[in-house]
């Protein structure tokens, strides 16, 4: 079903540089990636220990904003699984120090005009 999803929409954009974001936690370790599928960039960092597996999932889109920022190609789409997420960005919930940097960066690069789009295909994690 994601799969189809996913199809539908890259079908119905125009061509994009398609960046996949992710956090994860294993025990008190937790870290975060972006990947860009272009040049098959990987961009990723290490969290403090006993950070959140929503702060990772947050830091993981501002990580993909980040490389956007200093990227030379103009058509992005960022592609990320963190109901959680949707939800804070949806609400503009800037008391977390990361939602209120992926928003301000979202605003600066459509401003550019070097997104396209910013798709959330969130899963209720168990």
Same mark, same amino acid.
Not at 67 to 78: G, W
């Given at each position: 079903?994601?799969? @189809?999803?996913?199809?539908?929409?890259?079908?119905?954009? @125009?061509?994009?540089?398609?960046? %996949?974001?992710?956090?994860?936690?294993?025990? !008190? *370790?937790?870290?975060? #990636? &972006? #990947?860009?599928?272009?040049?098959?960039?990987?961009?990723?960092?290490?969290?403090?220990?006993?950070?959140?597996?929503?702060?990772?999932?947050?830091? &993981? =889109?501002?990580?993909?904003?980040? %490389?956007?920022?200093?990227?030379? /190609? !103009?058509?992005?789409?960022?592609? %990320?699984?963190?109901?959680?997420?949707?939800?804070?960005?949806? /609400?503009? /919930? =800037?008391?977390?120090?990361? =939602?209120?940097? =992926?928003?301000?960066?979202?605003? @600066?690069?459509?401003?550019?005009?070097?997104?396209? !789009?910013?798709?959330?295909?969130?899963?209720?994690? *168990?």
């Amino acid at each position: 079903m994601l799969k @189809q999803k996913l199809a539908e929409f890259k079908h119905s954009t @125009q061509p994009t540089i398609d960046t %996949y974001t992710d956090g994860s936690k294993d025990g !008190n *370790k937790v870290a975060v #990636a &972006a #990947a860009a599928v272009v040049n098959n960039d990987i961009f990723s960092v290490r969290l403090l220990d006993e950070s959140t597996i929503f702060t990772a999932e947050a830091r &993981a =889109i501002e990580l993909a904003f980040e %490389y956007i920022r200093i990227s030379k /190609n !103009n058509h992005f789409t960022i592609f %990320y699984d963190s109901l959680s997420c949707l939800q804070s960005l949806h /609400n503009m /919930n =800037i008391d977390h120090p990361f =939602i209120s940097s =992926i928003l301000f960066n979202y605003h @600066q690069v459509v401003e550019k005009a070097n997104m396209s !789009n910013f798709a959330g295909f969130p899963q209720q994690r *168990k």
